[in-house]
Structures are given as structure tokens and as C-alpha cells.
């Protein structure tokens, strides 16, 4: 069963044409990666599924339902959550009250004040950072920053977790810690797709890996079937390579 399916996406800013009639299919458990060179138009995908930008066409469902009108908090709240490229965490705030936050949209919730300490200790041992729970986002290293962006979507209990560039700026042990931290979220039910710039951190996480270039879908296929792919090679010429 289709967990998201994204059908003819079409997203245009101006004369530019960002996103180009793509279409992604993702079951109930799988992990997808989604790969692309520098603005081919994967992180407008993810703006575009989680209701941040308009499509100029296409639809998106999430388990059937018609999404694409829906607004951001309504599509957080139905399950879909993103993890941004970049982090934002608020410094004023601890790790612990970060994650707390993103509880709050929740209007049961709310009323006690977003989520009990125990559960946001929950959210921070699923990616390893529980004990940084009350230091202060700036005094992280960047791949803790980076957990603790995960760890806040996390709080949200979605179902469809989307990974904008999480290893984006970790060497490679990062990269594997990583990589295994995610694999877990599957144990727990969680269907994912997984954005890079190339293959790097994906070869090991993912089922498939769908390829994106100028905005117009390039291939897809199995991570060892990528990495073989003469096309996918040629568009990574110009670029850092796969
Ligand atoms: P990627 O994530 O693959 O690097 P993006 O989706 O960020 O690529 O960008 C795809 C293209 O769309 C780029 O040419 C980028 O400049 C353009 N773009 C993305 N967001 C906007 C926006 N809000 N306004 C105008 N152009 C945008
Ligand atoms: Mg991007």
C-alpha cells in the first residue's frame, strides 16, 4: 500500500521551472532516497508534499487522501513530517525545550503544556542525544545539531519522516552512526524518504533511490544499480560526483 504517492508534481518560480512533471510512489516501510544535484529540485519536492509551497500542478496523497491543498500544520498533523537542510534551532532554548516545541501544534497537548519530560527523553534516545537534553544548541557539534533537528520531527510521531540532507557536513563515522540511527526508525514502523546530493550516506540506508536532474526525473533503480548508471554519472559530471 502506497504510503505517499507525489503524481506529475509541476513547481515553477517565475519563468524558472523547478520541478518538472515528477512523479515518486512510496510503500508502507520502505526507505527511498531521492537524489539530485545541486538544484535539481529535491528540497522543493519536500516544500511542495509538506504544504510550504503551492503546486503549479499535480497532486499529492498521503495513505489515499488528497493532500496538496492541505496546510503545513494540517499535513504535520495527518503524520508527514520533514527534517530541513538547514538546522534552525532556537539557541535561547535547550535541546529539551527544542524538541518540547514541536509538541505543542498537538492541541491535546498544548493544554499540558506540550510533551512530558519522559517523552521528549523518548524522542532524544530514538536518535542518541538524550544525554544533551539540557545543553544548549549552540554549544552542540554540527552532527548533534543535526540529531536534534531529527529528534523535534520525531516529536511530531509521524509515519512519513522526510530527511532533507541529514549527513550534509559529517565525515564519514558521522555518516555511518547516522545512517544506522535511521535504519532504526523502520523498526518502529516508519516509512522515509531520504534526500542527498549524492549516494554518500545512502548506499547501506536505502531500498531505491530515485534520481532527479534539472527538475525532470532521471532514473531509478537500486543504490548499486545507480551508482552503475551511465546517465546518472554523466549529469554528476559537472558537479562533485556521486
Ligand atoms: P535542490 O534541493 O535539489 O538543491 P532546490 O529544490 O532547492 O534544489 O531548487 C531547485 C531550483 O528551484 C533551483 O533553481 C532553485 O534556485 C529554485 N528555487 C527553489 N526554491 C525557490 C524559491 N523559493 N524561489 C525561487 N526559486 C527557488
Ligand atoms: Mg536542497
Same mark, same amino acid.
Not at 558521522?174 to 518502529?188: K, T, V
Not at 533511490?209 to 551511465?230: H, K, Q, R, S, Y
Given at each position: 500500500? !502506497?504510503?505517499? *504517492?507525489?503524481?506529475?508534481?509541476?513547481?515553477?518560480? +517565475? +519563468?524558472?521551472?523547478?520541478?518538472?512533471?515528477?512523479?515518486?510512489?512510496?510503500? $508502507?516501510? @520502505?526507505? #527511498?532516497?531521492?537524489?539530485?544535484?545541486?538544484?535539481?529540485?529535491? /528540497?522543493?519536492?519536500?516544500?511542495?508534499?509538506?504544504?510550504?509551497?503551492?503546486?503549479?500542478?499535480? $497532486?499529492?496523497?498521503?495513505?489515499?487522501?488528497?493532500?496538496?491543498?492541505? !496546510?503545513?500544520?494540517?499535513?504535520?498533523?495527518?503524520? =508527514? /513530517?520533514?527534517? /530541513?537542510? @538547514?538546522?534552525?534551532?532556537?539557541?535561547?532554548?535547550?535541546? /529539551?525545550?527544542?524538541?518540547?516545541?514541536?509538541?505543542? &501544534?498537538?492541541?491535546?497537548?498544548?493544554?499540558?503544556?506540550? %510533551?512530558?519530560?519522559? @517523552?521528549?527523553? *523518548?524522542?532524544?534516545?530514538?536518535?542518541?542525544? @538524550?544525554?544533551?537534553?539540557?545543553?544548549?544548541?549552540?554549544?552542540? &557539534?554540527? %552532527?548533534?545539531?543535526?540529531?536534534? $533537528?531529527?529528534?523535534?520531527? =520525531?516529536?511530531?510521531?509521524?509515519? =512519513?519522516?522526510?530527511?532533507? $540532507?541529514?549527513?550534509?557536513?559529517?565525515?564519514?563515522?558521522?555518516?555511518?552512526?547516522?545512517?544506522?540511527?535511521? *535504519?532504526?526508525?523502520?523498526?518502529?514502523?516508519?516509512?522515509?524518504?531520504?534526500?542527498?546530493?549524492?549516494?554518500?550516506?545512502?548506499? *547501506?540506508? #536505502?531500498?531505491?533511490?530515485?534520481?532527479?536532474?534539472?527538475?525532470?526525473? =532521471? %532514473?531509478?533503480?537500486?543504490?548499486?544499480?545507480?551508482?552503475?548508471?551511465?546517465?546518472?554519472?554523466?549529469?554528476?559530471?559537472?558537479?562533485?560526483?556521486?
Amino acid at each position: 500500500m !502506497s504510503v505517499l *504517492e507525489v503524481d506529475n508534481l509541476t513547481k515553477t518560480f +517565475g +519563468g524558472l521551472v523547478a520541478v518538472d512533471d515528477f512523479s515518486l510512489e512510496v510503500d $508502507e516501510g @520502505e526507505i #527511498v532516497g531521492l537524489i539530485g544535484p545541486n538544484g535539481s529540485g529535491k /528540497s522543493t519536492v519536500f516544500n511542495c508534499i509538506m504544504g510550504l509551497y503551492d503546486v503549479t500542478d499535480g $497532486e499529492i496523497r498521503f495513505n489515499g487522501e488528497d493532500i496538496t491543498s492541505d !496546510s503545513t500544520h494540517q499535513i504535520v498533523t495527518k503524520g =508527514l /513530517s520533514r527534517v /530541513s537542510q @538547514e538546522s534552525n534551532p532556537i539557541d535561547l532554548y535547550s535541546v /529539551s525545550e527544542n524538541i518540547r516545541l514541536f509538541t505543542l &501544534p498537538n492541541s491535546i497537548r498544548s493544554l499540558h503544556g506540550g %510533551a512530558s519530560d519522559e @517523552e521528549i527523553r *523518548e524522542y532524544a534516545a530514538r536518535i542518541d542525544i @538524550e544525554d544533551k537534553l539540557h545543553e544548549m544548541p549552540s554549544e552542540l &557539534p554540527h %552532527a548533534d545539531v543535526r540529531r536534534l $533537528e531529527i529528534a523535534k520531527s =520525531l516529536a511530531t510521531e509521524p509515519e =512519513l519522516m522526510l530527511l532533507d $540532507e541529514p549527513f550534509a557536513g559529517m565525515n564519514q563515522a558521522e555518516i555511518g552512526a547516522l545512517a544506522a540511527q535511521i *535504519e532504526r526508525f523502520r523498526e518502529d514502523g516508519m516509512t522515509m524518504v531520504v534526500v542527498d546530493h549524492n549516494m554518500g550516506g545512502l548506499m *547501506e540506508l #536505502v531500498d531505491r533511490v530515485v534520481v532527479l536532474n534539472n527538475g525532470d526525473f =532521471l %532514473a531509478a533503480g537500486t543504490p548499486a544499480e545507480i551508482a552503475d548508471n551511465d546517465a546518472v554519472q554523466e549529469a554528476y559530471l559537472a558537479g562533485e560526483g556521486l
